[in-house]
């Protein structure tokens, strides 16, 4: 909790003073660095990561994850398109998009609805102790009536999978920090 904490104050005194303290410095970088690996194109992923911190900083969503939940969606390609019909670089639904009034083909607008939807998982799940990140990582997957109809982590191979890579793309982030 302490790091998310710390996290979102970062984010805040990045686009509230403009300025990036040390500790912003290197959480950006880190960001933008494990970007850049997966995407390879350092304008985009200089998008990408700036879209973050913007999106984190708005809807109080930890930048490190909503890197590793855009991670596993899309592996940070823009035109990411999944069978299932989820669009961009946080593969979301349309009637996601429609839910959160967003432009799911426009990567600033993709991202920025999928933070808000990452952000009501959260808010739906923080009363679940030291699983709500757990449930909502779930829930981002799956969807938050799975979570709910099995009381936690659906019994879905793909979500159980889901939810693992995610926490390891953020622990992976951690450890560039350290």
């Known amino acids: ?21 040390s500790e912003a410095s290197e959480l950006y970088d880190a960001i933008y660095q494990n970007i850049l690996y997966c995407n390879g194109d350092a304008t985009e992923s200089q998008q990408i990561t700036d879209a973050i911190f913007y999106a984190a900083a708005k809807c109080e969503v ?10 596993a969606e899309s592996g940070f390609n823009f035109n990411a398109f999944s069978p299932a019909g989820a669009i961009g670089l946080m593969q979301i639904m349309p009637e996601t998009a429609q839910e959160v009034g967003m432009k799911p083909y426009d990567f600033f ?21 030291e699983y709500g990140i757990t449930y909502t ?40 920090l350290s």
Do not use: H
């Open 109 to 129: 607008e993709n991202i920025l609805g999928g933070v808000m939807y990452l952000g009501d998982q959260i808010k739906k799940f923080s009363s679940c102790g």
């Open 1 to 21: 909790m302490k790091k998310i904490i710390l996290a979102m104050i970062i984010c805040f005194g990045i686009f509230i003073s403009g300025e990036k303290t």
């Open 62 to 71: 930890d930048p490190i994850l909503i890197t590793s939940v855009m991670e």
């Open 137 to 176: 990582v779930a829930a981002y997957n799956a969807g938050s009536g799975a979570v709910e109809k099995f009381g936690g982590v659906p019994n879905y191979a793909e979500t159980q999978n889901y939810v693992v890579t995610v926490a390891k793309n953020y622990n992976k982030i951690l450890k560039m």
